[in-house]
């Protein structure tokens, strides 16, 4: 494989038709009840063949990559497959993207900030209204 990853288009299909010639004479030879040794040879000039189609479809994607990136459209085997459902997900910009009701709002009720729970609050308004005495009363509403 990493030997044909060197060579040109040209050199790749002169090899595949070389191959596939090749491969024509064995499956004559098969018939015409040929030796054995040429019989075992069919499987090994097949793979050959599927390697070179193979080096050939990868270069020729890898070509088509390098032209089409940075484009604003790729076509559709170059793009991520992932899922349906995950490829119609907002983006993450556009997830944060807020409304200029949904900003108003914010800056209007902020998060409270300040950690005491709805009974703290309670007992320290019963406090002031006693005038700072330690009795602690619980309002029953």
């Known amino acids: 494989g990493s030997d044909l990853r060197g060579k040109k288009e040209e050199e790749l299909l002169k090899q595949l038709d070389d191959l596939k010639v090749e491969l024509s004479q064995l499956r004559v030879a098969k018939v015409t009840g040929g030796a054995a040794s040429k019989l075992s040879k069919i499987r090994v ?15 020729q994607k890898e070509n088509l990559r390098k032209f089409f990136k940075g484009k604003k459209y790729k076509p559709l085997d170059l793009r991520p497959k992932k899922t349906g459902a995950m490829r ?6 556009e997830e944060k993207l807020k409304t200029k009701k949904q900003q108003w709002k914010e800056r209007l009720y902020p998060l409270r900030t300040s950690t005491q729970s709805r009974t ?8 002031c209204e006693t005038d700072g005495k330690k009795k602690k009363k619980k309002r029953t509403n």
């Open 45 to 59: 000039v097949r793979k050959s063949i599927a390697r070179v189609l193979t080096v050939n479809s990868q270069t």
């Open 88 to 93: 119609r997900r907002l983006t993450k910009h």
């Open 120 to 127: 703290e609050r309670m007992t320290m308004t019963i406090k």
